[in-house]
């Protein structure tokens, strides 16, 4: 009551005072509110765009798992990227890097992601100036975007909460405080979800210069047979290493029998996103010489194709490139500075990006087979030195003494890697009978001389370049700055191919897509080249075998795209990978007796527990329905 | 009334036999001592019998050393518009009515009030006022005498805030019971200094006290460029009683300033000058060259032995400081950017005077601060912070009727500024990221780069080194500040309606405007490209052909402006009645809006408005029995309509014990014993930054460049995203604070006066972010909620004491001391059950939580065989955390409060003035205490790359290495020198994660005394004053923080963890002050 006579007296005074008594309502009533993303197709577009911008960064090394967090990168002091700790075994529970979970530490916010998503599904149908089938496209595409958010966590925490549908902002506690569903649950909605989007994706993008990168029905399948594929993997499917793995009612996360439908699903998966991909015209790329002035040897022509298969831009190979992340950090990090000796002080390269010697073993030979396997390859002699003559001339300097480890090797190889002594096509020099040669003892061009801008290891990632990048004056560098290829034709037909050979065993359909990645790189076939040149001929008759080989073919082909990081884990590899020790060679030496000596930079350990990353302790402190994953 | 004349001596119980005899005595000696004040009380009997109403008085006012005091006001009383000042000799002359009371006041003495019988000749001497007992108090919407007051205020003599600085908030630290001060910063125009009023007691947006100058809500830089030379009063706000009228705004306390006014008489020019030396404190100590090579050769090979080191041994061989060399530069970058002392001049100018229709009181004032920063003859443009303030104000107060009163009052302050383009703290910060042996600050121009205009810069490599030189010297800023306040006040006499009745009614508009521009052009780097030994001949190659540019170029920076309008109209009355009731009645209406010109969004475009209406009450019997009663109902745009309204009632008692009968045996012992209490509730608006005030709406970024996505083949079609910054809370209001005072006043033989006062202060409602939203609910926003609870209390003690001696002699002592602590009551966190020391419910609002650091790691043993850490990696000689909770590894779990608050909960101040003749000394000491700081170990961790929060340095150099302390390199960890208590980890030339951990490890206590002024004086006699045409005449000489104690070495520990910035400032200074 008294606040009544108070405020009589204040009007009274506002009157007296000539000011109206809503001298305090000052808001207009158009003031900015979610509900005006969804009032015209031009600010729904917008929120669309927003869906997509919670996309994980496939091609940034700080971001991606893949890139700094495993074992096919190394790095040095003067360049740490985030996932770096996690491969020299620093994850923890304070503040987990590259923690997606929480969005910090180099990890996108996924949640907030796919909360995004859901306010886009609940409102999209609401927006008054759309057609129905636009609708429709939009729709898909941002389901497809909730089941990749999904199956970005579920990959690095296993189980986790599932968000159909968004909680309200006050939600009271018992609501927020969700538990973390268990895996086959979350597969199963992931699947669901990517289902539906597929109806009603297009199947080519109707307008290639505004809307390459968005997603289509390839991109869709392909994805879906790689969700399948993990879900099958021992990883996921009846991994007794998690019979213990419960929620504090008791209740199971990791399922315990292994489920061999699982690779039939994922079959069948694969089969539809090949038939799809193959009646729309993608194929295995393959160089296209007439673009180019020079004429090149057939080595440089292989060559060719396995880098532009990644680094030339929406090639015909290529499901979905991420537009969203490009690669001109990348490149420059991949490049040797020096390479050009005269613009050896160009700070626009920082060739920092060092690939282990593990990763040059891993390679065949020039016969298509392991190193270890080949009768023909001096395995134990590897780590000597020796010169190369003239006909290596397109691999490696003419009369050059370099390791024999860079000898008779495959094509992918000397497209994949830079090395002391090996040549590098491009770069503006197109004759290929006169291309660079990386020159990385101590106190040659592309040795360490700047204290950021080196290499740890001796080689660099050449694929990922390329090769019409110029390098300038000054600290320019300009580049073809390329999409990140997230999915490429030879990596779904690997998946047919292993998928083929889990749920079936050997047959010609796993060899046919097996050869048909292997051809594009001058390969015979995997029969065909283990019967002549392997100590173990008979390794692709049997199931067994034919998985080392596909294991294997996979690393080669999609090496240094950041698959590695996730296969080992899928296949529950990386305890024994990762668990050898890093090396690279002594670049502190001059001459190549003492360069070409194998060193370790980093003796690696992983532990059962680092399958999957630690929830941070703070969502932990805030949530105590979840559970930390085992070992943390 | 003959108590007032002489000053006893002597210890109470023989004091209290001895009274009369010594009265006596002291009467028969009075006549020799001062011959005026006989004069006064006898001769004055001489009857003018001519008039019968009126009465031409006049007389001469003189204080106890019997020197004329000039500018005494003389009024008489409760007739305001009568008054008059005395003349420079201490004359005046007025007429008043047979039977009025003549009140003569001025700022330091006591006022003395004569009744007027017959007397035509009035002579007073006024006495140094020995507290401030007598005092007007400037209150709330109002004045109030000392001995009624209820509520907490304590006010300061303005002189007392004349330090040698441009900056009035550096006076502050100290100076005022209840008030914590300190000041982190030296860098002239940025260093204002952090004040609080009883501390903090809120973990919420706005912490600081609500600045008022004449009634006008300012800025603290408003405050800052107010000259001490304009204030008549300074007060301090602290309790509810004395801030329950600012309702809504009150709760952190207010500061409550007013300008001088003129007075009758002729004009009284004032004028002051100063010219100040200025010097750091204490600069950092860097580690010599030598040493700085051999430690960043370690820092590598100690991490990681297979990177190449940076430095030859040929190259440290042969580096010798100070020679000068190009080829093995060694440079010392303080010196080539700093000088080791500026001068500072300062100037102040007011006449004030008036007739009996129009008073005005006029200032002006010109201040100019120098940086020492270098500036290169090379460039035609001066770099060095050249900071220029000046103030003008008038005051004119016009009688328009006999009962009605006009007043203009018209203030404005400008600032003209001159400096680097990143300002001096960067200067200053960037030296300490500079690399001492790689490259001079520029090379001489030689044969082969004759035709080159430009300064020929050094750097390394890719010229990716940072150079501060070249960044000091590449441009400069310029920028102007001003601040215009304009204020026309009507008052009204209504006693015809009812005696004692009274309005008046205010209106004001307020104009900040700032803007700054930058004139840079871009360095060229050079950088040795050859040279020989023998010779010590060298070449210089240019690394940047492509990016120098010799010309000038502009950077518009921001440009803000912000108008405000407030309008306050009052109805008062006063009234005695039976001489023993006093009543007093006071309604205010306020009415306030701000605009912002410079908004960055929509909802901080809305004008910013409060709405309010106020009242008290007080009620007073025979001096002894004090009641008051206030309320602040307050209105405030930022809340949803059912809560914009807050009701802020208050009230107090007060008992003047030594006015009670009972007491007048002791009256001479304690002259004066008075107890007061208060308690009451007030508010606190500004919950939320301005961005941020419409919590009840959501809000949202329709262009969201980070969630921005890009399609097409050349990713020609980007749409920004949307997000949402905030969800809508209709529920949010302001927090609220219940404050309880209780005081004890004890006056010692009229000579020493102390207050001592007890708070408890309860806030609640403190919005706070909710912390316990998982998030998986994958919100773009964390929601708010006033759910915050937090209590204060604490003890401010101030303390006076005047002697003046009868050979003319005075001294003058005081001390004040501050205790302030608070805790959280509530605090919305994760649940602790299991790790009860992280809850921060029962810690003060600035207690840090952190690990305690047990040692550095041996070795590697040793790290294998502890606690796994989870904060990246770490090796032997890294910092070893203590695992609290026993679960065999260190995490966030392990985390308990540590040290102090880092708001000191101590701040205390004390000091003499004497004087002799025309000489007076005085000093005055101030320390804090109870405060810890962390020593910043990124910013420290020498080599590391390092760059502060937000900040951004021109050509985002990739190599900032911090520059080596040589405490550091004293004491360091090393594999030979296995120290696990060194001052320093283990080396390294990237951030180690593990070691920048909050911790105790750089946990160090920021408690210090400080000899914070010491000043010397000399006034000319006033003879010889005369006989030059002026009424006094000082020259005096000061000195700021020249002395200060501390177990903190590295830097001036005031500066706390901001030790690398622009060091806060030691300052000689001599100054003249005159008046005619």
């Keep these: 009551m008294k606040s009544n006579i108070l405020r009589f007296v204040l009007i009274v005074c506002l009157a007296v005072n000539g000011a109206c008594s809503k001298y305090l309502d000052i808001i207009p009533d158009n003031i900015a509110t979610i509900d005006h993303a969804f009032a015209m197709r031009e600010t729904a577009e917008r929120y669309l765009f927003t869906c997509y911008a919670y996309m994980p960064l496939h091609s940034s090394i700080p971001n991606t798992p893949g890139f700094s967090a495993g074992d096919e990168f190394w790095f040095h002091n003067d360049y740490q990227p985030q996932g770096w700790n996690i491969a020299r075994g620093f994850q923890g529970v304070v503040s987990p890097y590259l923690n997606y979970w929480q969005g910090s530490n180099g990890g996108k916010d996924l949640y907030e992601g796919i909360r995004a998503c859901n306010v886009f599904l609940e409102n999209i149908r609401n927006v008054p100036d759309m057609p129905d089938y636009e609708k429709d496209r939009w729709e898909a595409e941002v389901l497809f975007l909730k089941a990749y958010y999904h199956y970005y966590l579920v990959r690095m925490y296993g189980p986790i909460p599932i968000k159909r549908e968004n909680l309200p902002v006050d939600a009271p506690d018992d609501i927020v405080k969700v538990k973390r569903d268990p895996v086959d649950d979350v597969f199963t909605y992931i699947i669901e979800l990517l289902d539906e989007a597929a109806a009603g994706l297009p199947e080519v993008i109707p307008s290639d210069i505004s809307e390459l990168g968005r997603i289509t029905k390839p991109i869709s399948l392909a994805i879906k047979a790689e969700v399948l594929l993990t879900w099958a993997s021992p990883l996921f499917n009846g991994n007794a290493d998690y019979a213990n793995f419960k929620d504090k009612d008791g209740s199971a996360l990791f399922n315990q029998t292994y489920n061999p439908d699982l690779w039939e699903r994922a079959l069948v998966a694969c089969n539809e996103a090949v038939e799809l991909c193959e009646s729309l015209g993608y194929k295995l790329y393959e160089y296209n010489q007439s673009s180019l002035i020079h004429n090149v040897s057939a080595e440089i022509y292989i060559q060719m194709s396995i880098r532009n298969s990644v680094a030339e831009r929406f090639n015909n190979e290529i499901i979905w490139a991420n537009t969203n992340s490009t690669t001109s950090t990348l490149q420059a990090q991949a490049t040797p500075r020096g ?90 020099r197109f004759n290929d009978q006169d291309t660079w040669t990386v020159y990385a003892k101590k106190g040659q061009a592309a040795s360490t001389i700047v204290q950021h801008a080196h290499n740890a290891t001796g080689y660099w990632p050449k694929k990922l370049v390329n090769y019409q990048n110029s390098i300038e004056t000054g600290n320019t560098y300009t580049k073809e700055d390329y999409p990140w290829p997230v999915m490429r034709l030879a990596n779904l037909y690997l998946m047919l191919a292993e998928a083929g050979n889990e749920a079936n065993g050997p047959s010609e359909t796993v060899y046919k897509y097996l050869d048909l990645v292997r051809k594009r790189s001058g390969l015979p076939g995997v029969v065909e080249s283990w019967a002549a040149h392997s100590r173990i001929p008979n390794k692709p008759a049997t199931q067994n075998g034919l998985r080392e080989i596909i294991h294997q073919e996979r690393l080669i082909e999609l090496a240094l795209e950041g698959q590695r990081f996730w296969d080992l884990r899928r296949w529950k590899k990386a305890e024994q990978e990762l668990n050898k020790p890093i090396t690279g060679w002594d670049l502190a030496q001059r001459t190549a007796e003492g360069y070409f000596r194998q060193k370790t930079l980093f003796n690696q350990r992983f532990n059962l527990r680092d399958y999957f990353w630690p929830v941070s302790e703070a969502e932990l402190l805030a949530n105590k329905n979840t559970v930390q994953n085992p070992g943390w | 009334m003959n108590k007032v004349y002489f000053n006893n001596s002597g210890r109470p119980d023989t004091l209290q036999r001895c009274a009369p005899l010594l009265l006596s005595a002291v009467l028969l000696l009075l006549p020799l001592l001062f011959p005026q004040a006989v004069k006064a009380t006898h001769i004055d009997q001489k009857v003018s019998f001519g008039s019968i109403q009126q009465l031409d008085v006049s007389g001469l006012v003189t204080d106890s050393t019997g020197s004329p005091l000039p500018g005494v006001s003389v009024s008489v009383k409760d007739k305001p518009l009568s008054s008059t000042t005395t003349d420079l000799n201490g004359r005046y002359s007025l007429q008043v009515s047979r039977g009025s009371v003549l009140v003569f006041s001025m700022v330091g003495y006591e006022t003395h009030e004569e009744v007027i019988e017959d007397e035509t000749i009035v002579n007073v001497i006024l006495q140094a006022s020995t507290s401030n007992i007598d005092e007007v108090v400037v209150v709330a ?20 805030l004349k330090v040698p600085s441009s900056n009035l908030t550096t006076s502050l630290a100290g100076r005022l019971a209840g008030m914590i001060a300190y000041q982190r910063s030296g860098e002239p125009g940025q260093d204002n200094a952090d004040f609080f009023i009883r501390g903090v007691t809120t973990f919420g947006y706005n912490r600081n006290p609500l600045i008022l100058i004449d009634n006008i809500e300012l800025s603290t830089t408003d405050l800052a460029r107010l000259q001490p030379d304009d204030i008549q009063s300074f007060s301090i706000m602290k309790d509810a009683t004395a801030t329950a009228l600012y309702g809504a705004r009150g709760a952190n306390g207010v500061i ?45 090979l100690t991490r990681d032995p297979s990177l190449p080191t940076l430095y030859s041994q040929d190259k440290i061989d042969n580096t010798v400081p100070g020679s000068g060399s190009l080829i093995y530069p060694s440079t010392d970058w303080r010196k080539a950017l ?11 100018l007011s006449v004030s005077g008036g007739g009996s229709i129009t008073r005005y009181y006029v200032s002006g004032t010109f201040n100019q601060d120098n940086g020492v920063l270098k500036v290169d003859p090379r460039n035609n443009f001066n770099s060095n912070i050249n900071l220029k303030t000046y103030s003008v104000r008038s005051n004119v107060n016009v009688n328009l009727t006999k009962s009605t009163e006009l007043a203009l009052r018209v203030s404005g302050s400008f600032d003209d500024y001159t400096g680097p383009v990143d300002g001096g703290t960067s200067m200053y910060r960037k030296v300490m990221r500079s690399n001492p042996v790689l490259f001079p600050a520029a090379y001489p121009v030689d044969a082969d780069h004759h035709f080159v205009k430009h300064i020929m810069f050094g750097n390394y490599e890719d010229g990716s080194y940072l150079n501060p030189y070249a960044d000091l010297m590449r441009g400069y800023k310029d920028y102007s500040r001003s601040s215009i306040v304009a204020i026309t006040e009507l008052k009204q006499d209504l006693s015809f309606l009812a005696p004692g009745l009274a309005f008046r009614g205010l209106i004001n508009t307020t104009r900040h405007s700032y803007f700054d521009v930058s004139r840079t052009y871009v360095p060229f780097w050079y950088q040795l490209a050859g040279y020989d030994r023998r010779t010590g001949d060298y070449n210089v190659n240019i690394v940047n052909p492509d990016q120098g540019r010799e010309y000038l170029d502009f950077v518009q920076g921001p440009r803000e402006i912000s108008s405000s309008f407030y309008l306050e109209s009052a109805l008062s009355y006063n009234q005695v009645f039976n001489e023993k009731h006093g009543l007093s009645a006071l309604l205010v209406f306020i009415q306030r809006q701000k605009l912002e010109g410079q908004a960055t969004s929509l909802q901080a475009s809305l004008p910013f408005r409060n709405v309010g209406l106020s009242g008290r009450a007080t009620y007073s019997y025979d001096n002894r029995y004090f009641a008051e009663f206030n309320f602040g109902y307050n209105g405030s745009e930022r809340f949803y309509k059912q809560h914009r309204f807050g009701f802020f009632p208050s009230a107090g008692l007060a008992w003047t014990v030594s006015n009670e009968k009972f007491w007048e045996p002791l009256a001479a012992t304690i002259s004066n014993l008075r107890l007061r209490g208060t308690y009451g509730l007030v508010g606190n608006d500004a919950i939320g930054d301005p961005e941020n005030r419409f919590m009840y709406l959501s809000e949202v970024d329709m262009n969201d460049s980070n969630l921005r996505s890009q399609f097409g083949r050349n990713y020609g079609y980007a749409r920004d995203g949307i997000r949402v910054l905030r969800y809508s809370d209709q529920n949010i209001t302001w927090e609220t604070s219940k404050k309880m005072n209780l005081a004890l006043e004890v006056g010692l033989f009229n000579k020493a006066q102390l207050i001592a006062e007890y708070f408890t202060e309860n806030r609640s409602n403190i919005l706070q972010t909710r912390a316990a939203t998982p998030a998986s609910m994958g919100l773009s926003a964390q929601p708010r909620a006033n759910v915050g ?10 303390f006076n004491y005047n002697e003046a001696f009868l050979n003319g002699m005075w001294l003058q002592g005081r001390l004040n001391f501050t205790y302030s602590t608070s805790k959280y009551l509530h605090y919305e966190e994760y649940d602790y059950t299991d790790e009860p020391w992280l809850s921060r419910v029962g810690y003060p609002m600035d207690q840090r939580w952190g690990y305690i650091a047990e040692s550095l790691f041996i070795d590697d043993y040793e790290v294998a065989n502890s606690p796994v850490q989870n904060f990246g990696p770490y090796l032997a000689g890294d910092i070893k955390y203590r695992d609290l909770n026993g679960d065999g590894q260190i995490t966030t779990r392990d985390q308990v409060p540590i040290g102090y608050p880092t708001t000191p909960e101590i701040v205390y101040g004390f000091g003499f003035s004497a004087g002799y003749k025309g000489f007076d000394v005085s000093a005055f000491f101030q320390g804090l205490t109870r405060e810890s700081f962390w020593i910043d170990p990124r910013a420290t961790a020498p080599f590391n790359y390092y760059l502060y929060d937000g900040e951004s340095i021109f050509g985002q150099p990739g190599n900032l290495q911090n520059q080596l302390l040589k405490a550091y390199a004293d004491s360091y960890w090393s594999e030979d020198n296995r ?98």
């Excluded at chain 2, 750091?280 to 700085?292: F, G, H, K, M, S």
């Excluded at chain 2, 700093?338 to 102040?348: E, G, V, Y």
């Excluded at chain 2, 005449?1033 to 963890?1057: C, H, P, Q």
């Design chain 2, 338 to 348: 700093f000088k080791d002392f500026a001068i500072n001049q300062r100037a102040n």
């Design chain 1, 339 to 428: 390479l050009d000796p005269s613009r050896l002080d160009n700070g626009g390269v920082n060739g920092n990006l060092a690939v282990p010697i593990k990763i040059a073993e891993q390679f065949y030979t020039r016969h298509g087979v392991p190193i270890s396997e080949d009768k023909e390859w001096h395995y134990n002699e590897r780590f000597g030195i020796r010169k190369a003559t003239a006909n290596e001339r397109y691999y490696i300097e003419d009369g050059y003494t370099t390791s024999a480890l860079h000898f008779d090797r495959e094509p992918r190889f000397y497209a994949c890697l830079g090395f002391d002594g090996g040549k590098w096509y491009g770069q503006n």
């Design chain 2, 256 to 300: 409550l300033v007013t300008t001088k006014e003129g007075k009758e008489g002729k004009a009284n020019v004032n004028a002051r000058v100063e010219t100040s030396v200025s010097t750091p404190t204490r600069n950092v100590e860097l580690a010599d060259p030598i040493t700085y090579m051999r430690l960043h050769n370690e820092a590598i």
């Design chain 2, 979 to 1076: 120290d696990i208590y060194a001052l320093w980890p283990r080396l390294s030339t990237t951030q180690i994660d593990n070691n920048i951990q909050t911790s105790t490890w750089f946990m160090r206590d920021g408690a210090f005394l400080r000899l914070k002024q010491v000043e010397v004086g000399y006034s000319i006699p006033t003879k010889l004053a005369e006989r030059i045409r002026m009424s006094s005449l000082r020259i005096y000489a000061n000195g700021t923080n020249l002395l200060t104690w501390s177990n903190f070495k590295l830097w001036d520990v005031e500066m706390a963890g901001n030790g690398l910035g622009y060091p806060v400032q030691k300052i000689f200074n001599l100054g003249l002050n005159l008046s005619f």
């Design chain 2, 789 to 798: 609870k937090a209590a204060g209390k604490g003890v401010d003690v101030e």
């Design chain 2, 141 to 160: 919407f109002g004045k109030q005498k000392r001995t009624d007051m209820v509520g907490s205020v304590t006010s300061i003599n303005p002189s007392e």
